[in-house]
């Protein structure tokens, strides 16, 4: 059979391709053997975390690959103030497992817009 086909012997559609998920392969505990990408891990992150906050995360401020999946800090809006600079922020690390989904999280720091680390 010729490379370019599927395994049913079909071509695959043109402008198509097998994505992570498609070609990701269980082990024995029904776990993925491929790591899912940084970029979708941290859409996984947000995603979630805003189903369980019901607060849409403004971003990620840092995603980092662990021995089990992920680990994301996301920043929320808590508190909307006028002006903005003045609104709480909050700072929530999230857990996922190998194949994105939310195994914990925990507010790790609030702090208002405006406010910038000073660090050493």
């Known amino acids: 059979m010729p ?3 599927d395994d049913d012997g079909a071509r695959p559609r043109k402008g198509t391709h097998r994505g ?4 990701r392969v ?3 505990r029904g776990r ?3 790591r899912l990408s940084a970029p979708r891990a941290m859409l996984s992150a947000m995603q979630q975390l805003k189903e ?3 607060k849409a995360p403004e971003s990620v401020s840092a995603v980092r690959p662990t021995e089990d999946g992920w680990e994301a800090e996301v920043e929320v ?3 909307e103030r006028i002006p903005e600079t ?3 922020m909050a700072s929530y690390r999230v857990t996922l497992d190998a194949d994105g989904e939310l195994m914990a999280y925990e ?3 609030r702090y208002t817009r405006a406010q910038v680390d000073r660090r050493g």
């Open 107 to 109: 507010r790790i720091r």
């Open 52 to 54: 369980l906050l019901g």
């Open 20 to 23: 992570a998920e498609e070609s």
């Open 26 to 28: 269980r082990d024995e």
């Open 77 to 79: 809006l808590e508190i």
């Open 3 to 5: 490379a370019d086909r």
């Open 32 to 34: 993925s053997s491929q």
């Open 86 to 88: 003045t609104s709480v």
